[in-house]
Structure formats: C-alpha cells, structure tokens
C-alpha cells in the first residue's frame, strides 16, 4: 500500500475543493493556537508533513513564519502554499535557505474585487449615501421629507453623527447635513502604490471621471502608461500632492518607509479637506491621526479594509457617518476563495509529485 504524503491544512478549505486531491494526499486539518505549541507539534506529530496549505489567516496569529518556526518546521518540508496574494509575514529569504518553497496566488480576481470596494468606498464618500441610508426608514420614510430633513440638518464633526429633525418639504437633496453631494468627476484623486491592484483602480476611477495622480517610486514608463490606457499624472510623494488632492487611495505594500505614511503633519499640510481609502496595509495609515483629522473636518471621509492594529479597530471610528470600515473583505469573493485554493493546492501538487509546470513561486 501506497503511503500518501502529508499536507498540513491551516484554515478550513470548502470539501469540494479538497475533494480532487483526497485520493493523492493525506490531509491533517490543524488550528494554530500558540507559537509553543505549533513548535512542539512540528517536533512530534506533526514531525512527517511534506507541504502546508496555508489558508488566509496562515501563521498570522503567530508573527508569522520566521525565526524559530523555520528553525524548528519538520525536516521534510518542501512547501508552503499560501491562499493570499501578500507575503510579508513570512521570511521567504529564510525558508528558502532552508530548502521551503513559499508561493502566493496572485489573482487577477482578487485584484478586480479590491479595485470595486474602491470604487464603491469613493462615490459614497463624493455623495454622503451612508447618511442617507441611516437616517432613511420608519422614523422618516417619506422620500421628499427626508431629503429635506437631511438637507436642514448638521454634522457633528466630533462624533460624527448627522444631527437630523423631521423636516416637512420637497427639498431636492443637493447637500446633506452641510456636506455637499458632489459628483467625483473633474475630482483629483490620488494613487499611492500602482501595482496591478493601482492601476485598476484608476481606471475606475477614471471611468467615473476623475483626474488619476499615482505616487510610487519610480514613474512608469511610457509603455507602461499606454497599457494603463487613462490619461494620468506621476507624483515622487504623497507631500507633494497636498495642495490639489481630493481623494487619497492606499494601495501601496507596508514596510519601514510607508508605515504612518497618512499621519497628522501630512493631513494637516492638505489644502482641502480629503477622503481616505486604505485597501492596502493597515498601518500606512497613523488611525490616532485620522480620527483626529475626520474631529476636525480635515479628513471629510475615511473608507478602511484594513486597520493600523489588525485585527483590533481604533474604537473612535466605530459608529461615525463619515467613515466606512469593512473586516478586510476586499478579495473576499466566492469566485476568488475557489481560485486560490485550487491554485494552492496544485502548486503542492507540482512540488511534491515532481511535476514539470509553472508555480506562482515566491522565493
């Protein structure tokens, strides 16, 4: 009798994605609880696994994979295959000096669904929808009152709140609370990280009619800015984008030079008052400093998908009409969730069975 390989499953993979390879692999389901503990199961029980599926928590709760986990991962292991598109939280320098290859989904799926929350988080914050649909139901579920009521009412920058009495009319809602509903076109918007993720956003963007500034590095090429296809506008730093910018789009990597990127000198220095959405590493943004900057009306919006304290929210942004958070579902589609684990599970397959194609290798 054939002895089938081991495949460590972190996270819980829907069955029928599993179901393929049942046949070619044993699969040991295991939930991460302490460092301690994942180092003493590497030694003993868990001393024979050959891959890891890592779903999209991985070794998350943990630090990461790095430093002890790699000196003490079982003697066999080859791979590591990671369901998400971001790897920071592993060292894939150190585990490719031990001998573990690390490899990512990159999706063209998940990049897409990210790029839509983005355009969703910027018409609602050109257009005020969240106070409308909050204060639009049985206690005022007249359309033309409503609209009236919201276009007498105010806003508490404080607690961001919409402060709104019944107000009888026909009011034709060109503002909300003081807040003006504006179209986003012929709006500056600003990209900061213009990666695959970057440049679909701005053609969203673009095609609801706003002005594209990115900020990066390096600027793209000219070849590079024909593929993109929208006309748009190279930047060295985000400094040097605060006297026009309306909208300010996080989609860059974290590391050392970006960590509090947004923070209370730059919002301070913006001419206008800006929109935030953060969509890639929650501590570029310092969230101290934003909830200070949305008190005093500086930031006139925030949209977040990820949070500086991950998974802890900065409690002050909960509850606000001027802010809209989401739990780090930008990707989180269903057709997304079957494409990397299917695309994780047969890079384990192409490592442990020798096969000869294409893996979406990291290190």
Known sequence: MTVKQKVLVLGKPKQQFL?????????????????????????????????IYAGWSGFHKIGGFRGKLISFAPKNLRIIASCTVGYDHYDSQGMAERGIILTNVPSQIAFEAVADLVLYNTITSFRNFKIFENHFGPDIGHTAIIRTSVVEGEFDQQSGKALIQTTFGDGYADACCGRENLSPRGHNAVIVGFGNIGKLIATRLACIGMNIHYVKRRPLSA???????????????????????????????????????INEDLINKMKKQVRIINIGRGYVIHEEALVNGLKSGKVLFAGLDV??????????????????????????ITENDKFTAMTSLKNIETVLFGYSRELTRVN
């Open 19 to 51: 179901k393929e390879f049942n046949g070619k692999f044993e699969f040991i389901h295991y939930e991460i609880t302490t460092l301690e503990k994942v180092l003493h199961d590497f030694q003993t029980k868990l001393a024979d696994i050959e891959a």
């Open 307 to 332: 949070f500086e304290h991950e998974p802890g929210v900065h409690p002050e942004l909960f509850g606000r009409e001027d802010v809209v958070l989401t739990p780090h579902i930008g990707s989180a």
């Open 223 to 261: 070849e590079e800015e024909k593929s993109v296809g929208i006309k748009m506008t190279y930047h060295q730093s985000l400094a040097d984008t605060a006297d026009f910018a309306d909208l300010i789009v996080i989609a860059c990597p974290g590391t050392p030079a970006t960590k509090h990127m």
